[in-house]
């Protein structure tokens, strides 16, 4: 049953001959098919990720391949759902760079001027605070769902701040209040309905943090970060933003009266000297 004994057909201008003096058949093993990405050669290992985050378990990894030895020309790569992620990621960070100019541009556009929403945003960095709070609690990963939730807190954590800023501004316009007194009536009574709407935006998400039902866990890191950030922006807006507000309305107050000032002393100077009359020495 040797291959290489088996004659081949005579066929004419052909002499007879065994396959075994042309060729040699040895066995060796080989893949069962050869993959290739942009025209070179790839070999695809598998795994699964159990009992730990994403990108704890790809920074172990790449730490261990690391310290092989490569030949020359050869690369080794993680793909799959972590290079998925890391797009998915760059893309959500364009949109929140987006969302944070958009929001920018509405307050400007609704308050006329351009320090007031400068002030309002501070409240979005400082919601990063209950974020990595309740992510850390709660043992949840930063994932993009997690990712979303920050898109949503840009538009959220503000309200409560343009609430409290468009009352101080209406009360010193209307009432004629100075800037101190203006934040202290508005802390007062802006108190409640701040309070009010963030609690029932609070209790609105637990149900889905809590990841009750088929699914939930999916969505709750959104839920845990939405939460986290709209009660520490909530103390953030109630205390930060209307001491920083004075401060900077103060500021540009006391900016103002020095250039009004100089203004008034420059004028005398620079008006043109009275003219006296002139007697007729003939007279």
């Known amino acids: 049953n040797d291959p290489t004994s088996t004659k081949p057909p005579h066929s004419r201008g052909f002499?007879?001959?065994?396959?075994?003096?042309?060729?040699?058949?040895?066995?060796?093993?080989?893949?069962?098919?050869?993959?290739?990405?942009?025209?070179?050669?790839?070999?695809?290992?598998?795994?699964?990720?159990?009992?730990?985050?994403?990108?704890?378990?790809?920074?172990?990894l790449q730490a261990a391949l690391g310290q092989i030895p490569l030949p020359q020309g050869m690369v080794i790569q993680v793909s799959g759902d972590f290079e998925e992620q890391q797009k998915a990621f760059g893309e959500l960070r364009i949109g929140l760079l987006l969302a944070l100019i958009m929001v920018y541009m509405v307050m400007a556009g609704q308050f006329e001027r351009l320090i007031d929403p400068f002030v309002i945003m501070f409240a979005v960095p400082f919601a990063a605070i209950g974020v990595l709070a309740s992510l850390h609690v709660t043992g949840t990963t930063f994932n993009i769902n997690s990712y979303i939730g920050i898109i949503l807190l840009v538009g959220i954590v503000v309200n409560n701040a343009i609430v409290l800023v468009d009352y101080i501004n209406l009360k010193m316009r209307e009432e004629r209040l100075s800037v101190v007194d203006a934040v202290v009536l508005a802390g007062r009574t802006r108190l409640r309905p701040?309070?009010?709407?963030?609690?029932?935006?609070?209790?609105?998400?637990?149900?889905?943090?809590?990841a009750w039902g088929?699914?939930?866990e999916i969505q709750a890191p959104m839920a845990r970060v939405v939460i986290g950030g709209l009660i520490t922006s909530m103390l953030v807006t109630l205390v930060l933003i209307p001491v920083l507000y004075a401060t900077v309305r103060e500021r540009a107050w006391r900016k103002s009266e020095a250039r009004e000032a100089g203004d008034a002393t420059v004028a005398p100077a620079t008006a043109p000297p009275a003219t006296a009359p002139v007697h007729d020495s003939t007279e």
């Open 194 to 210: 701040i309070l009010m709407t963030t609690l029932t935006t609070v209790l609105a998400l637990v149900p889905l943090a809590l």
């Open 214 to 216: 088929e699914g939930g």
């Open 15 to 60: 002499a007879r001959g065994s396959l075994k003096n042309l060729v040699r058949l040895e066995e060796r093993r080989g893949p069962m098919s050869i993959q290739r990405l942009n025209q070179e050669r790839v070999v695809s290992i598998s795994g699964e990720v159990s009992g730990r985050d994403m990108a704890g378990a790809v920074a172990d």
